[in-house]
């Protein structure tokens, strides 16, 4: 493989990956600002839809919008009035050489623009309360409908997807809010305000700018069109550098494991030339829609200084009336450039609206609110042939049967993939049974609330997650009533309380970063405190130890023998070793029960489990 091809393969296979998790962003707008371009799927599915949707949202401070269009009607009103008041100062007071009237006049100028000074400083004040207000409302209802997704939708989306919904999207519509709209309405105010001043001052060089209209949208809409395609371009490339940082920062121990070092810099190299390449083209592009409009605006704005000029010589118009006109003519073009730019905002920020909809118009987990609660569980659990598959075309468990006694230890050992973990998950319901049945203490999980289920059922999960606080925090987020000594009991059990004491405020350390301060194992033994505290009757464990060493396992085997004291439990393992003193062991095969049995029985039998323990055959 050349160069040449190695960079482009390079390119196309980092753009493609990272590019979709970069916010677009647009070209310098004509104040400076920066707005979001539409990008590519930019454009909204059903805007009257999203505009409908979102208007919901500031329904309740409609008399304050209301306030502040008429705030943006001052403005524009002063702006216009401020200009047009020129006319009587130069030819009734400058040119006859009136200083007391000019005084006078011109302080009369300077309380006509203070008031649309005040007009805007209280529009924004407004505005920026409305958008805030409705962006808080948005985000509670996409946070409380996340609370009430199921797990299936949680594993079709990735986290950095249902994150880029509360920041992007959410900042898109607030950008809107703030100003996109007003901008948007006040640009059409100016624009109708100040051609309805031209032709009052003089309709013959309005006639100018008419046509000079069209000059001034086709520039626009082309810079426009051109700036979406190369900062489009850029945010793609800017994604691949990003992505290929991160992921190099990440591995940077095997980066460096096998002297890959030289190969980074130079992958980074060509990555970095070419966002290179793609921001000179979007910057520049983004930089001259400024200086364009603006010396079309000095064409006009010369066009109309000459010929008004002529015709004040002639007689045919007035001194005043003619520097007015040319101050029109020269602010005539910023509206519409504002306006060009505002239209993409708006799109971008009601296609992001779809998107934060569209979450919000997922089915919540089903649960008939009116279904009675389990009530004390005892915790006898049983599966009867039980058949589930998470799509329809490939089923994953196959006619499934087992019964739990109460206190009793099952175990399930098998491939990856085998369904072991899919059965702790139909337990709880995170996902519901083909066909089938799944019983508890006799009664059909499905027939009860899944809140009281999930109450009786604490899971030590492979992957641990802790929350921003404290130990005792973390550990009582098993059960939030739990006092002091009870969360201290479940750290001894869990074997948590010597290391949590060598803390620096022992419970009441603050954990950082998921728990950023504590080894792997330590935060599993956490995990393991917090199931120990909520005194669940049933208790999963999914590969609870796979984080602590051989001597640490050792260590809390006792702790975990009283965890499952008296609680029925269910253990995935992959260390077998963990799972000889189980009551009963399922080894599981593409989805059906082909051996079970004690350890003892099933290594008499010197099947599957044999020689997964022997080492005979791996763990796929």
């Not at 080894?519 to 464990?541: C, T």
Request: proline share 3%; glycine share 8%.
């Amino acid at each position: 493989m050349d160069a040449n091809q190695k960079k482009d393969r390079l390119i196309k296979r980092y753009n493609a990956h990272y590019s979709s998790k970069m916010p677009a962003k647009a070209p310098m707008g004509p104040r400076g600002g920066r707005g979001r371009m539409m990008g590519k799927g930019g454009k909204p599915k059903d805007t009257s839809k999203a505009v409908k949707r979102l208007l919901s949202y500031v329904a309740a401070d409609k008399f304050k919008i209301a306030l502040a269009f008429v705030f943006v009607l001052v403005t524009a009103a002063s702006t216009l009035a401020g200009s047009y008041m020129l006319r009587p100062i130069i030819n009734n007071y400058i040119i006859p050489g009136d200083i007391k009237g000019l005084v006078m006049a011109l302080a009369l100028m300077a309380c006509v623009y203070l008031a649309g000074v005040l007009s805007s400083y209280f529009q924004a004040k407004i505005m920026i309360g409305i958008s805030q207000r409705a962006l808080c409302r948005i985000r509670e209802d996409l946070f409380d409908k996340m609370q009430n997704l199921p797990v299936s939708f949680f594993d079709r989306n990735s986290n950095g997807e249902l994150m880029s919904r509360f920041t992007n999207d959410v900042d898109t519509i607030g950008e809107m809010l703030n100003h996109t709209i007003i901008q948007l309405f006040s640009g059409v105010v100016t624009i109708i305000g100040t051609f309805s001043l031209m032709i009052y001052t003089n309709w013959q060089l309005a006639i100018i700018t008419i046509v000079m209209v069209p000059v001034f949208v086709k520039a626009a809409s082309f810079l426009a069109k051109r700036s979406r395609k190369f900062f489009s371009s850029q945010q793609a490339a800017l994604g691949a550098v990003n992505g290929y940082i991160e992921e190099t920062v990440s591995g940077q121990k095997v980066v460096k494991v096998f002297n890959h070092e030289p190969q980074a810099c130079e992958e980074f190299g060509i990555l970095n030339e070419e966002l290179r390449a793609k921001q000179t083209r979007a910057q520049f592009f983004g930089s001259i829609m400024g200086p364009v409009m603006g010396n079309l605006s000095q064409i006009n704005y010369a066009l109309t200084a000459t010929v008004g000029g002529l015709m004040c010589i002639l007689g045919g118009f007035d001194v005043g009336g003619l520097a007015v006109f040319v101050n029109y003519s020269r602010q005539f073009s910023r509206p519409i450039n504002e306006i060009s730019m505002q239209v993409a905002n708006i799109f971008s920020a009601l296609s992001g609206a779809e998107r934060v909809f569209a979450i919000m118009d997922e089915a919540p987990e089903a649960d008939v609110t009116d279904k009675p609660d389990f009530g004390e569980i005892y915790g006898k659990v049983e599966l009867k042939n039980v058949t589930f598959g998470y799509t329809p075309e490939k089923t994953i468990l196959k006619d499934i049967t087992l019964t739990a006694e109460k206190g009793r230890k099952i175990a399930f050992v098998g491939s990856t993939g085998a369904g072991k973990t899919t059965i702790t998950n139909l337990i709880n319901r995170f996902y519901d049974i083909d066909s089938g049945s799944i019983l508890i203490d006799g009664k059909d999980i499905r027939d009860y609330s899944k809140q009281s289920l999930r109450h009786s059922i604490a899971m030590v999960l492979q992957d641990t997650h802790l929350f921003t606080g404290t130990v005792r925090e973390n550990i009582r987020y098993g059960r939030l009533d739990a006092t002091d000594d009870e969360v201290i009991e479940a750290a001894k059990t869990a074997s948590a309380h010597s290391f949590i004491m060598r803390l620096p405020k022992g419970y009441d350390t603050v954990l950082e970063g998921d728990g950023a301060n504590l080894s792997q194992g330590q935060r599993q033994l956490l995990n393991i405190a917090r199931a120990a505290v909520s005194k669940a009757p049933i208790l999963i464990l999914d590969e609870a130890t796979s984080s602590v060493d051989t001597r640490t396992e050792k260590h809390i085997e006792h702790g975990m023998d009283r965890l499952m004291k008296n609680r029925t439990t269910f253990i995935i393992a992959h260390r077998l070793s963990t799972i000889r003193n189980s009551d009963s062991i399922m080894v599981l095969e593409q989805g059906e029960i082909i051996e079970r049995g004690t350890h003892d029985e099933l290594l008499e039998q010197r099947g599957r489990y044999y020689e997964l323990y022997t080492g005979v055959a791996e763990l796929e």
